[in-house]
DNA sequence: ATAGTAAATAGTAATATTACTATTTAGGAG
DNA sequence: CTCCTAAATAGTAATATTACTATTTACTAT
């Protein structure tokens, strides 16, 4: 964790209570936690804490690539993630919500590299397969 | 467009005005219409059309594959994207939003198929590289 | 230690998305 | 063509997320 407050510091951000409180929240609550499991936790300590500012830093996190957004299709919310050394993907499922991870990753740094060529600089990425679990798979 | 209301058929669904309407508007307000872009569309032909409805119908689509939920990490809502014919996936800038196509896919369907041995049946799935646009890096 | 400054925050308002329920309707059977 | 039934819808309520503003606070330089 002391990196990630290390890279917030080198790029200028403030290392207030809330947001330290935040990155912790996102590793007590892991796997997966919604912003309102974030802020519940959050609250614990800091019963003050305003849902924004739970919103303003899980934005801030992803923009550093801190921490990843996994979209759930269809469902109310997103659920999130620190990244936490392994790099990995997900397997969402339609149906219930549920994601698991997979150790699979296809994506080259050559095929990066083109894209930063092109002007945009990569800070992260996501792949999701998105389909059904074992136990919805009889009703989709 | 008529290979997706046979593919409704097929599976059941029922083909009503409102859903035809929902398809027509996603080929429409190509690229990236938001869902609110899509009722707005939608309701110059038929001003009744709730929002749920519009929501229900994407969610819908989402599940069949016919539409991809593209998300805008940090940004109010989420964009959408009717799977026509070439598959792809995209750069999204984070501090503006700003999606656009890349034709590059890693995936082998190979590792699709170990999915599908562990009893996760997959409908599609979504490459994102998120970063900055050549406009916003200087900012970045 | 103190003051200055820009960033961050709390609280609230606005917007986007999802859930719910009574009613309507598409598609199949007769 | 008419009836039947489950699916789909409109309208509304509930929830999740983002935007905004006045105030507070972490950090820097003195």
New binding site residues.
């Given amino acids: 964790m002391n990196d990630f407050l290390r890279l917030l ?1 080198n790029k200028g ?7 330290r409180a935040v990155i912790e929240a996102l590793q007590a609550c892991s796997p997966f936690p ?3 499991e974030i802020h519940r936790h959050v609250k614990n300590r ?1 019963p ?6 739970v ?3 899980l ?1 801030l996190l992803i923009r550093l690539g801190i921490v990843n957004q996994v979209n759930l299709p ?5 659920v999130f993630e620190i990244v936490d050394g392994n790099h990995h993907h997900h397997l969402i499922c339609l149906s219930c919500g549920h994601a698991e991870c997979i150790d699979y990753c296809p994506v080259i740094p050559q095929k990066i590299a083109q894209a930063e060529e092109r002007g945009f600089t990569v800070v992260s990425h996501s792949l999701e397969f998105y389909g059904y679990c074992r136990a919805c798979r009889p009703a989709g």
Same sequence: chains 1, 2.
């Avoid at 951000?13 to 947001?19: G, I």
């Avoid at 003050?48 to 500012?53: A, K």
Wanted: aromatic letters at 8%.
């Fill in positions: 510091r951000f403030k290392l207030t209570p809330q947001r919604t912003a309102q800091a003050d804490v305003s849902l924004d500012t919103y303003r830093n934005t269809g469902r109310s919310g997103s």
